[in-house]
Structures are given as C-alpha cells and as structure tokens.
C-alpha cells in the first residue's frame, strides 16, 4: 500500500536566490532508512519536474536522521523578481510530502 | 570568564512580532537580547528610505521595538544586538539615543558600519547567480557586505549596551558575544563552527518554538498565540541547550530543531558565513526536558577569504489584481476570466501570471489536479517597466466587473516596485568596519 511521505516524514522548505533547499525528518527516527531508500534525489526531482528546473542533490545526515534537498533553479528567478505568490517558495514542503512512497 | 551566556532571539525577521522579545528581557535572565531584522531585500529597500531622507534607512518598526524594550533592557541589565540599522546604523544609534532621553534612560549605543559596498562596485563584477556583469540585471541600487563577528567585536568591546549593525551575517549576532565572553578567537574554526550552529538555530526566533512548524494534525503546537521564542545557554566548550520562558507557548523538541537546523541550508558540509566554513554534519541534538535541546558538535574550517555581498537593483514594477468566483463551475467561470484577460493584455506584457487560489497557485497544476474548489480567487500578475503600465493588470481585472464572466466578486489590485537582489564576492581585505558611539 502506497501512503504520502506526509503520514510518515515533516518537511521545511528555505531558499537562497533562485535555489530551494527541503528537509525531510521522519517523526520515528527507524523511518530514516526507508527515507534514504525511497526519497531519492531522482524521484525527487521528478515529483517536483514542474517546480525544479535545475538539479536536485540530496544531502544525508544520519546525525540527525534527516535528509535535505537543495533544488536548483526551482523559485521562478529567484525571490525578488518572480511573479508566482510565494517568491520564497515556502509552500513547497508540503509539496515534498505529497510524494508517494513504499513501505 | 562567565561559566554560562545565555541569549535570547526575539525576532527573526522585520516584520516579526514585538511581545515575545519583552518577555525574554522581562522573564528570561538574559544577557543578550538578539533581533535579527534583515532580510536580503530589506536592506535595498532601506537605501531607497535613505536616499530620499538622510536621516531614515533603518527598521521601520526600531522606534516601536525600542520604546518598549529600552526601559526593560535598562532595567534587568540585558545587552541588545541588533541589524535593525539596516542601511543607516548611525541614524538608527541617533534615534535610540533620543527614545532613551525621552524615556530618562542611560544608554551607550554603538552603530556598526563598513557593510555599505556601493562606491567599490563597478558594476562588471560577476553575479554569483547567472555569471554574468551586475550591471547587466538592472540600475544598481545598493551592494551590502554580509560582515562578521569581527565587525561588532569591537561595539561588545566599548562596553555598548544597545549594539546596531547593518548588515552582517545572522549567525554573526550570536557568535560575537559568545566569542567576547569567553575570549574565543576567530582561528579556532572548531569553535566557531559549534558557535555558528548555535547562532543558526537561534536567528529565526520563533521557527524553533513552533513557528513555521505547526500542523494541527502532524504535529500540533500549544499556544500559538502567544507564541515564546527562544533562548540559548551556551558553555564554554561550545555545547548548547535552547529552552524558552516558562508559560510561554509553543514548543521546542527534536522536530524543531532539526526543521530549523536545516534550514535555508545548502550544503551541511560547508555552511558559509564571514566567520567560518560551518560543518553541521556532526551536529548532535538531545532532548534533555520539554521544551529543552541540547546541542552538541558541528565543526568548522578557516573563514573564507571573501565577503558575499548582497546587490539591489531596479527590477521595474509588478502589478497585480485578483477576484473570487464561487458557486457552481467556479473554476470554469475563473478560468474563462483569466483567458479574457490574456487576450486583452496579450499585447501589453511579455508574460501574465495566472494563479487559480482554491485550486493551483502556490503548487504546481499536477499536484492540484483533482481539486474540486467550491471557491476560486483568480490572481492575475505582470511585470512592467512603470508603474503606470503595471497597473493595467489590475484595471483590467476590475473591468471583469461588468466585463467579464458572471459572479465574479472581491477585486483587489495592486502595483509594487520590484526590487532584485544578486550576488557578488569582494576580498574581505577591502573592507572596512567602523563603530560609532553614542551616549544618552
């Protein structure tokens, strides 16, 4: 049975120009692995191909069992200019979390 | 050398809320009081402010957070550090110094200055984000240096109480009294490091008490109203423990922590700031009671060798105009509006944003799909190079009044002037900082 990273996974989205970075912090840290396995960078980049335009590279950080996303070419242009409503992009973790995943 | 420094945040950005920094000072035995007010594009809008008036440029909300802070900072003996000067720190020190004598307070301000850059950019420099000259994005408006804790070294030094900076690097706020109290040096880039994780996680204020965080299903937060921010002691081997006022609500745990930890972060291995090349990567955190994390590790390599700074530039104006559709066939009825106004506008903009709120707007149109609104707002929006012309996207959108599909209610328009920000490296060598003292 498919279910959202949202059920199982929280998530914070920031920005830097043009470039959005993404968490993804399981709620039960024993869910870190299926992260590292199921939320890949490619998936990612393909979930979100409408929004990220440049690469997506995927840092892991087993310290603190979280992943982080930062996506290139992702906020329209950059915060300052775009036209879109939320230039900062900050609507966009529950944007992750509508990712379906496996068990 | 005390054996603890304890520093409060009580804003993490210009426009963040005035109470929580009042119970800090009043309820949280502070030593420093932190507000970081500085967003990238503030500072630029702020030189706009001091172009046409001299004597403004700084916060626009100083004279209302220092009227109510003043007499408390005074009174429980709390230091403030603050980049409330934004693009005029020695007109925002003036300014605090007059509060202070209206309200027969002694005060000694020090204004940290040096982060202005315009007069030593030329315009050919490379942007960080396209490589290209940063003349070519647009008529330059400012170019600001994000400085470090050796800039405001100098302010804790003069034995200032109240210390106003331009723009300086967030975490900066927090590494400068932790390197004073305890006499770290800036080559001990271990130290730094841990200091700069501890400032990372304090500089956003509420996003690590439950700001930014809550979701009432997931993970529900008490006492969002009156929503405490933090304060953190720190050690003098660089450890950490963020807690909050006692009945303050909101909440500090794991998931906050990690949440604001990496936030805006893009690259954990080499988080750059004027200080240090921060490593979080080895950046422990440790629920130690409710509302209380301890944070342990992070790393850190020698400072970089060049400052960011940060340039506004003209970027022309945008304009905008919404209406609601509700009722059957909403989405059909906005639609068809949104269409119309392509076609009348067709020739006037090279691009027109349309955004159906209820439905598609903020996420892409694959994620809305299945959306069945009962309501849409259509949100129509174009860029142009005067104001004048950028109001026709919301004349346009009013027209829908009786010009357009049926139902349709609750215009709103608006016109902005857009400023851009780019990027560019200087040598930190070129740079100067200065500190200006003022007493009441």
Known sequence: ?103 | MKEIVRIGCGAGFSGDRLEPAAVLVEKGELDYLVLECLAERTIALAQKRKAVDPTKGYDPLLERRMELLLPLLTQHGVKLLTNMGAANPVAAAGKVIEIAKRLNLLVKVAAVTGDDVLHMITGEELALENGRPLKQSGEILSANAYLGADAILPALQSGADIIITGRVADPSLVVAPLMHEFGWLLDDAETIGKATVIGHLMECAGQITGGYFADPVKKPVKGMEFLGHPFVDVYPDGSAVISKVEGTGGIINLATAKEQLLYEVTNPHEYLTPDVVADFTSVTLQQKAANCVAVKGGAGRQKPATLKVSVGYRAGFIGEGEISYAGQHALERARLAGETIQKRLRNRFAELRLDYIGCRSVHPPSLGKNCQSYEIRLRVAGKAETAEEAALVGEEVEALYTNGPAGGGGVRKYVNEVVGIVSALIDRKETKSEVTIKQS
């Open chain 1, 1 to 103: 049975m498919k279910r959202k990273l949202y059920d199982i996974a929280h998530s914070r989205a920031g920005d830097k120009g043009n470039t959005l970075t993404l968490s993804l912090i399981p709620f039960e840290e024993k869910d870190y692995e299926l992260l590292c396995r199921e939320a890949t960078a490619d998936r990612v980049k393909a979930h979100l191909s409408e929004i990220v335009q440049g690469e997506v590279v995927r840092y892991e950080l087993p310290n603190i069992s979280a992943l982080l996303f930062v996506c290139q070419q992702a906020l329209a242009g950059g915060v300052t200019t775009s036209l879109v409503m939320d230039t900062h992009g900050k609507t966009l973790s529950y944007a992750l979390l509508e990712l379906e995943v496996g068990r």
